[in-house]
């Protein structure tokens, strides 16, 4: 027994004895061996898992790739796309880790470099109705952008976002971009007095509620372009005052309302910009609203090519049709007419207005204008300088039976056409010749007047327009000359 039972001793005891033959100490010796000989193998697994835990932690950034694809297969097989669009963008941000990403574009300083440019942008292509209001945001968005970066010493970008953008404000902010140049240090912002001055307050913006409407929808629908940064500016460094009056801008229906009727303008506008600053914002609603602004009466400059085309045409008249002796040239009259001469300050300048460019309609109109001119009635001395001068001209209308309500001469002087209450126009010719037509009815009718129906009550006012049929010369291209009086 005693050798069986030392057996078990060693493996290769173990082994002997499991393989010893038949005898009464065979029976026990598996017992021993079965209780002992595990032992070894115990230690297998758990050295196994050692080596399993240790392979697990070196692997983490392969198993986390593989959540993430495990995750993203589940959510698509799910049918949760919206879902698995948004997580697939969100784990773009991060590192294999997990952790955020520290030097994402969005979290750094070029953030406020491509916000702005976003929203310029976005203000340009707004509608001409808003561009005005949303404008104003603009300058502030471009102070305090400056200010933080400098506070927070990203002094390459700063300099950086001033040389690129600091030209869209000089116009208007000359002197304060020249004192936000000099704040070039973080220790600059607490001491220069426009920083302090900005940083101190909130720069006030009167908007129309529609525009801020406009405004929000764009900021949260362009978060990842910009939006979020701009949110950030304008909760921390500005105050949007929400109206209920219709948009601003300097031609709108409600600048020209409050203008007209000499409305003071809101409380809100008084206050826009930033408190103490004056009048150094810039062009704002008190400028527009101001009903005491003055008034330029002066004339309004002729357009500088519309000129020089009425000028060639005037040329070629004098050219083929010379005036008789004692009558000034279409170009000299057309001279005293628009002289050209420095531009006062009462008058408007053609920049004030969007004007559409000059048609060869208006060249035409030009043109008339100046030979009806020159060639107009005058009321001149007739006797030498003996006895008075003529001062009226009259003329008698016959058989009107009190029905005429209006009357107008044209501009050259050769008609005149009066309005009834009978419903009717009356065209004459005042020097008595016939008017031809262009009805082929009428080819050979030679009366000095027209009757013009159509009216269905009286006629209380008539006017003539510009002509332009009545020249002896078309100046339009490839078309023929056309007959004088023509109706």
């Not at 929203?119 to 945001?137: A, C, P």
């Not at 609603?285 to 309004?300: C, Q, S, T, V």
Request: aromatic share 6%; net charge negative; charged share 25%.
């Amino acid at each position: 027994m005693s050798a069986p039972n030392n057996a078990p001793s060693g493996a290769g005891g173990a082994g002997a004895g499991a393989g010893a033959g038949p005898n009464t100490g065979a029976s026990f010796t598996p017992q021993p061996a079965a209780t002992t000989t595990p032992s070894a193998p115990a230690n297998a697994p758990a050295a196994s898992t050692t080596a399993a835990a240790g392979s697990s932690n070196s692997a983490a950034p392969s198993n986390n790739n593989n959540l993430n694809q495990i995750v993203t297969d589940y959510l698509l097989k799910r049918g949760y796309t919206h879902t698995e669009a948004v997580f697939r963008k969100e784990v773009q941000n991060v590192d294999p880790s997990g952790r955020p990403l520290k030097n994402n574009d969005e979290m750094g300083p070029k953030k406020y470099m491509r916000a702005f440019t976003h929203l310029e942008k976005w203000v340009e292509n707004s509608l001409d109705l808003y561009k005005f209001e949303l404008g104003k945001i603009l300058w502030p968005v471009f102070v305090y952008s400056y200010l933080e970066l400098v506070e927070g010493n990203d002094l390459g970008e700063a300099r950086e976002f001033m040389e690129k953008l600091h030209s869209r404000f000089e116009n208007v902010h000359r002197d304060e971009v020249k004192t936000l140049q000099l704040v070039t240090l973080p220790a600059h912002v607490k001491e220069n007095s426009m920083a302090k001055l900005y940083r101190d307050n909130k720069y006030n913006i009167p908007l129309n509620k529609y525009v801020v409407g406009t405004l929000m929808t764009f900021l949260e629908k362009d978060e990842e372009q910009g939006g979020a940064c701009l949110r950030f500016l304008i909760n921390h460094y500005c105050k949007i005052d929400a109206v209920s009056r219709g948009p601003i801008e300097p031609f709108s229906f409600e600048a020209i309302y409050r203008r007209a009727r000499n409305m003071e303008i809101d409380d809100v506008d008084a206050q826009e910009g930033i408190p103490g600053a004056g009048s150094k914002t810039g062009v704002s609603n008190r400028d527009i609203l101001n009903n005491k602004a003055a008034l330029k009466l002066g004339p309004l400059p002729m357009d500088v090519e519309l000129r020089t085309d009425v000028l060639a045409e005037l040329e070629e008249e004098d050219r083929i049709n010379p005036p008789r002796d004692g009558t000034a040239t279409l170009v000299d009259e057309f001279n005293l007419l628009h002289p050209i001469k420095k531009e006062s300050a009462d008058s408007p300048q053609r920049t004030d207005i969007p004007y559409p460019p000059s048609r060869a309609r208006d060249v035409v109109m030009e043109v008339q204008k100046v030979r009806e001119n020159r060639d107009r009635f005058r009321i001149e001395g007739r006797t030498g300088g003996v006895g008075p001068s003529v001062s009226v001209c009259m003329y008698t209308l016959h058989n009107t039976l009190g029905n005429v309500s209006s009357m107008d001469f044209s501009k050259d002087q050769e008609l005149v056409a009066v309005g009834t209450t009978d419903s009717y126009i009356r065209v004459w010719t005042m020097d008595g010749k016939p008017l031809k037509s262009t009805l082929p009815t009428e080819k050979d009718l030679k009366v000095n007047n027209r009757k013009l129906i159509g009216h269905s009550g009286p006629v209380y006012s008539v006017a003539f327009s510009d002509a332009i049929a009545n020249l002896d010369r078309n100046i339009y291209d490839g078309e023929g000359p056309k007959p004088r009086d023509e109706l």
